[in-house]
T-cell receptor
Framework: DVKVTQSSRYLVKRTGEKVFLECVQD?????MFWYRQDPGLGLRLIYF???????EKGDIPEGYSVSREKKERFSLILESASTNQTSMYLC????????????FGEGSRLTVL | GENVEQHPSTLSVQEGDSAVIKCTYS??????FPWYKQELGKGPQLIID?????GEKKDQRIAVTLNKTAKHFSLHITETQPEDSAVYFC????????????FGGGTRLMVKP
């Protein structure tokens, strides 16, 4: 079974803090993604990566950055957290660029006070 | 870019009844339409998908239909069971084009025993 593990299920941070969300997948997938989930807005793509040290902006990259130093690990970084970044963050991986079933982690719920 | 709208946002049915969730998309080039199910506390999981060369696909109690002319597709769940209670997301993309999935806003399905 593919396993996508997000390091933190729940985080509470203060405005202005730097936040790291870590994601690890164990199936040697090429592609990794960070989504943000908000009620009524579905899943919106923040950043994605097709290869190590490669990153591409998704639909809502503002206020976020990412790092992919190893194939299995994809990190989402909030340089200076703001209250409007309070949300559920979902990491996903897929094998190829085609239809590519996405395998999701269980999510990290971030609250910024 | 692609825009996917999903209705209804919430749906409550009695156990044993059928449930239908509808999505419309804007990009006529889209030709791959997956559906994901998100159970409480978990990440979304692919349950069924359809490509534009077919009009309908079934898998036990779930089916998806596609109308390319009208640019809409639907998820049908028959003989609903309490374990069908979850949030369902539709999505669309151009198969093998490397572009990302665009998700609908989600439908919370509640099956009452």
């Amino acid at each position: 079974d593919v396993k996508v593990t997000q390091s933190s299920r729940y985080l509470v941070k203060r405005t202005g803090e730097k936040v790291f969300l870590e994601c690890v997948q164990d199936m040697d997938h090429e592609n990794m993604f960070w989504y943000r989930q908000d009620p009524g807005l579905g899943l919106r793509l923040i950043y994605f990566s097709y290869d190590v040290k490669m990153k591409e902006k998704g639909d809502i990259p503002e206020g976020y950055s990412v790092s992919r130093e190893k194939k299995e690990r994809f990190s989402l970084i909030l340089e200076s957290a703001s209250t409007n970044q309070t949300s559920m963050y979902l990491c996903a991986s897929s094998m190829d660029r085609g239809p590519g079933e996405l395998f999701f982690g269980e999510g990290s719920r971030l609250t910024v006070l | 870019g692609e825009n996917v709208e999903q209705h209804p946002s919430t749906l409550s049915v009695q156990e044993g009844d059928s449930a239908v969730i509808k999505c419309t998309y804007s990009d006529s080039a889209s030709n791959y339409f997956p559906w994901y199910k998100q159970e409480l506390g978990k990440g979304p999981q692919l349950i069924i998908d359809i490509r534009s060369n077919v009009g309908e696909k079934k898998d036990q109690r779930i089916a998806v239909t596609l109308n390319k002319t009208a640019k809409h597709f639907s998820l049908h769940i028959t003989e609903t069971q309490p374990e069908d209670s979850a949030v369902y997301f539709c999505a669309a993309k151009v198969y093998n084009a490397g572009n990302m999935l665009t998700f609908g806003g989600g439908t919370r399905l509640m099956v009452k025993p």
